[in-house]
């Protein structure tokens, strides 16, 4: 069974800083998704990865295979980034999703 | 192209019920992926769907079914419904071609908010 586990659970921060989220799972993977989650419930799929680095606009996400850890970076946080960043990952024929983190980004 | 698409929007049904919720995926992509999202459990993965065959399945019970149909259209049923069922159900399209397992990009809905009372 993998876990998936995401750190930290809630995070608030002031619009332009740099914010990291970290994910983190038990078994080895063949890939790994970032998804965000607005309030209202609609969610948009952010990355998937399953090693290296990826960058869309402000946001960059990275993948440590051998360490079962991976990163979301976002530059010049916005007040529109305020949503809940999940951390989900397949293995087998299975999708299993992290708790997700609550990001609130202060103007 | 048009989104994933899901109907209804809102539902309430009492216990003992049944349901059934429908999925219409991105045009041209086969491969749609149903999921549960409770405030208790997170989101879990319920099954998925390639080419009118389930090629994948989580850990929920029988009670949770599903089928596609050739046009890649998907529905889910619910059968004797608990309060525990109460939730918001989630369907995704994926690009995804017969032999690529399942991990392709997502394309999510925007959801199914079911009460059971």
């Known amino acids: 069974k993998n876990e998936v586990e995401q750190s930290p659970q809630n995070l608030t921060a002031q619009e332009g800083e740099f914010i990291t989220i970290n994910c983190s799972y038990s078994?080895?993977?063949?890939?790994l998704h970032w998804l965000q989650q607005h309030p209202g419930g609609g969610i948009v799929s952010l990355f998937m990865l399953s090693s290296g680095k990826k960058k869309h606009g402000r946001l960059i996400a990275t993948i440590n295979i051998q360490e079962k850890h991976s990163s979301l970076h976002i530059t010049a946080s916005h007040p529109r980034d305020s949503a809940v960043y999940i951390c989900?990952?397949?293995?087998?024929?299975?999708?299993?999703f992290g708790p997700g983190t609550r990001l609130s980004v202060l103007p | 192209k048009a989104g994933v698409t899901q109907t209804p929007r809102y539902l309430i049904k009492t216990r003992g019920q049944q349901v059934t919720l429908s999925c219409s995926p991105i045009?041209?992509?086969?491969?749609v992926s149903w999921y549960q999202q409770t405030p208790g459990q997170g989101l879990q993965f319920l099954f998925e769907?390639?080419?009118?065959?389930?090629?994948n399945k989580g850990n929920f019970p029988g009670r949770f079914s599903g089928r596609q149909f050739s046009n890649s259209r998907s529905e889910m049923n619910v059968s004797t419904l608990e309060l525990g069922d109460s939730a918001l159900y989630l369907c995704a399209s994926s690009f995804r071609s017969k032999t690529e397992r399942l991990g392709q990009t997502q394309y999510f809905g925007p959801g199914t908010r079911l009460l059971v009372l």
């Open positions: 769907y390639f080419s009118e065959t389930q090629r």
């Open positions: 045009s041209g992509h086969r491969s």
């Open positions: 989900a990952v397949n293995y087998g024929q299975n999708f299993v």
């Open positions: 078994v080895g993977i063949s890939a």
